[in-house]
């Protein structure tokens, strides 16, 4: 039986690994070899799984053009628990790719009742965030881009409810809203390689939404003209419903090439360049010629008092705008690693793989490798104290907020209106 992943759940105990091995979903490690350098959120193993990432590394060491796109749904105030995918559009934009960030206000509304108002100031605090964190691309509210409008209704061809149901567990009791807020977020995905080119487009995300990743990976390949396959051979370009004159084009277009009923036959050649060609004539006979979306998986930070650091749950996280008092609350009520008593902690040690404090410090507030393995080895050896960790953490998080909070009023001025 495979696991379901429901996307808008605030309580889930995901088993990561036989995950992997249900939905196909690769380790990151398979790919790292490729990237000139590893960021750190790979290096920490933050980020830990992948599709087709080889696509983006590729790019990324040839300078080839990419997208990076994800989207954040405005249901409550931005927290730390946001801030990982943040860092890693950001990072991807610095790699030469070209950043897209959707705020997904039609599914807060649908899905999570909130009213457009508060979308809206919602929306403009993530994108403050972003702009502090250094982003630079293009950003919009799903509800104001009518292109991304057209191209979820050319993608709701290509689904059906029962898909619907199989991947998501919608019932006949599922509001029509909450579905057209799935198709809009496929066309969330695909929407870079329209209003810019064609090219391998990244989506960085937590394991629970591979369900839109494993759905729009589908509606990319539906919506092709045509599929090139290596056959050895040759190279077969097969039509999927694509206009004759498109299929005489890609015949004409490679010299040599034999033309069947319903596709062409490349002698020799490389597959991804005939690729690319066919990609040309498909958009010249008004196909998208889309490129499938691959996508990057990380680990959740735990929330301070365990389980997933969610709006829902203000407990469990730390918001960009909390005062001081509550900041510090927060962190000395955190949960730790630590043992029962001081004296068994001196004995036996601490286990940072089981604290929020570590945890919080490993995804964001210690950017240095050897000040993290040091604080790690004195948690390990009994040396620190979970009060005296809290104290120290404390201090970074109050220090990281106020410059945070600095750059935020900075850029305030570029979020549009």
Not at 334 to 347: C, I, V, Y
Not at 348 to 357: A, I, M, N, R, T
Request: aromatic share 10%.
């Amino acid at each position: 039986m495979q696991q379901e992943i429901n996307p808008w759940s605030s309580d889930q105990s995901l088993d990561i690994e036989r995950l992997f091995g249900d939905f196909g979903i690769e380790p990151i490690s398979t790919v790292t070899d490729l990237l000139p350098s590893i960021p750190y959120f790979i290096r920490r193993g933050v980020v830990i799984g992948h599709r087709d990432y080889q696509r983006i590394a590729e790019a990324i060491r040839f300078h080839r053009p990419f997208h990076i796109l994800t989207g954040f749904m405005p249901s409550g105030h931005p927290h730390l628990g946001h801030l990982m995918v943040m860092k890693e559009v950001v990072w991807h934009v610095q790699q030469g790719g070209s950043g897209y960030i959707t705020i997904a206000d039609r599914e807060a509304h649908a899905v999570r009742e909130i009213s457009w108002k508060k979308c809206d100031e919602f929306g403009k605090e993530y994108l403050q965030c972003l702009y502090a964190l250094g982003f630079h691309g293009r950003t919009y509210f799903q509800s104001r881009n009518d292109p991304l409008k057209n191209l979820a209704f050319e993608a709701s061809t290509k689904v059906n409810f029962s898909e619907m149901q199989a991947i998501y567990g919608f019932s006949p009791e599922t509001d029509i809203a909450h579905a057209w807020s799935v198709i809009t977020q496929v066309a969330d995905i695909l929407y870079p390689q329209v209003d810019g080119i064609p090219a391998p487009t990244i989506v960085p995300v937590g394991i629970d939404q591979d369900p839109h990743i494993r759905l729009t990976r589908g509606v990319a390949h539906k919506l092709r003209m045509f599929t090139v396959e290596d056959r050895e051979s040759h190279i077969s370009v097969r039509s999927k419903e694509a206009p004759p004159e498109a299929l005489e084009e890609v015949h004409r277009a490679f010299p040599g090439s034999r033309k069947f009923e319903g596709h062409v036959d490349v002698p020799g050649g490389v597959c991804a360049d005939v690729a690319d060609m066919v990609r040309e004539i498909e958009r010249r006979h008004g196909g998208f010629g889309f490129f499938t979306p691959s996508s990057t998986y990380h680990r959740f930070i735990p929330g301070l008092q365990g389980g997933k650091m969610s709006s829902s749950i203000p407990e469990s996280t730390i918001g960009f705008f909390e005062p001081p008092e509550t900041v510090k609350k927060k962190v000395m009520a955190a949960f730790t690693g630590g043992r029962s008593t001081l004296a068994e902690q001196k004995e036996l040690g601490g286990e940072p793989g089981k604290c929020s404090l570590f945890a919080l410090n490993l995804f964001h507030m210690v950017e240095d490798d050897a000040e993290l393995g040091e604080i790690r080895s004195r948690c390990l050896s009994g040396e620190m104290s979970c009060g005296q960790c809290k104290k120290e953490t404390l201090a970074r998080v109050t220090e990281y907020l106020a410059e945070f909070r600095e750059k935020m009023d900075e850029v305030e001025h570029m979020v549009e209106v």
